[in-house]
DNA sequence: AAGCTTCCCAACCGCTTACAA
DNA sequence: TTTGTAAGCGGTTGGGAAGCT
């Protein structure tokens, strides 16, 4: 049995909406407001239409201060970013472009931004002398597919080029003073974080009983804009990062892009785990934070292991999130 | 000018999440 | 704690516009 229909398919009106429809439904809403209830909406007005149909009518192209047209480089810039920093969540991406709304942004980035930068890595591909042919292959395969947004975002097919271990690169080495807890998963099934304190400068590794059972990572602050953690045996997790197919430093880490974030409303933090992140600091994390050559942020509350940030979590929640 | 293809974007679909009863 | 319902969200589709032959 499938899912009950949210509104009489056959007694509403599809398709695109009229002047008239979109007046209607721009007047009342202006006057009453939503009411909290898009289903009983069109009722009241008189429309023939679904109430999810009226509701993204008045998100996408009713409601006030809309911007419609060309998107400026500046938010081209922003779009990419945070698409390679965190997928396709387009409603964190919409939020930091006022006037924009996720489905404008979607359809622009399936439209255009996919292939503006696509278009950018063959280009440079031809001009480039680095690397290995093999090298290139996996770039330009990880391109044409854009596996690279999703590797972010889906570790069966991340661990091909990221590491096991999985530190939490939203930490300030500059800001020693903070306080900052770094979740980790690794592909351990059981489920592990560190807890690191930057005072002390002491990464403590928990298994997934919150007991604190290794110490076995170092941190290594001299490297702000690098993976800095080894593990117990010297090695640098992040060591396959040179091998990444994709061109980190076309929209990696430099001063440039990274002031850019300065202002974007509430900060990365806000954007990539909202009020959960956990540093305190007010001036901007996005000069310390460069979300491309970051890994994807570890959950940071146990709901966002079910947001697909993982693929698999700990059937019960740890007791640190409760 | 006609026919065909590609592009673009508004709208839809259905799954997930949140929340009230 | 469970269940039902609406909102939120991201993927997909359909059709008009634009471009090409």
């Known amino acids: 049995m499938g899912r009950a229909p949210c509104c009489d398919k056959a007694n509403v009106k599809r398709g695109p909406w009229s002047p008239e429809e979109d007046a209607k439904l721009k007047s009342y809403i202006e006057e009453h407001g939503t009411g909290g209830n898009w289903i009983a909406l069109p009722h009241k007005i008189g429309l023939k239409r679904c109430g999810k149909s009226c509701r993204l009518r008045w998100l996408n192209y009713l409601r006030p201060n809309i911007k419609h047209g060309s998107f400026s480089e500046e938010e081209d810039h922003i779009i990419c ?3 390679l ?12 472009l006022p006037g924009r709304t996720d489905n404008d942004i979607k359809n622009y980035w399936n439209t255009k931004l996919k292939k503006k930068l696509m278009g950018k890595q063959r280009k440079d591909q031809q001009s480039s002398k680095r690397g290995s042919q093999i090298k290139l292959e996996m770039k330009r395969e990880a391109v044409e597919d854009l596996k690279v947004p999703s590797l972010c975002m889906n570790m069966n097919l991340y661990q091909s080029f990221w590491p096991t271990e999985f530190p939490l690169m939203l930490t300030n080495p500059n ?3 903070h306080h900052q807890e770094l979740h980790v998963k690794t592909q351990d099934p059981t489920f592990e974080h560190y807890h690191f304190d930057t005072t002390s400068n002491q990464p403590e590794l928990f298994n997934q009983n919150d007991e604190k059972h290794i110490s076995s990572v170092a941190y290594h602050p001299q490297l702000p804009n690098t993976p800095y953690f080894v593990n117990a045996d010297g090695m640098n997790p992040f060591q396959e990062f040179n091998n990444f197919p994709f061109g980190i430093n076309e929209f990696g880490c430099n001063a440039t892009q990274v002031e ?13 785990n909202g009020s959960n992140c956990r540093s305190s600091s007010a001036e901007s994390t996005a000069s310390w934070v460069d979300p491309i050559a970051c890994p994807p942020p570890p959950p940071m509350t146990y709901e966002d292991c079910g947001r697909g940030l993982l693929q698999s979590c700990p059937s019960e929640q740890p007791s640190r999130f409760q």
């Open 81 to 83: 970013t945070l698409y």
């Open 85 to 96: 920093s965190i997928g396709s969540r387009w409603s964190i991406i919409a939020a930091q």
């Open 175 to 177: 800001q020693h003073q």
């Open 260 to 272: 850019q974030f300065d202002g974007l409303v509430g900060g990365l933090d806000n954007f990539v």
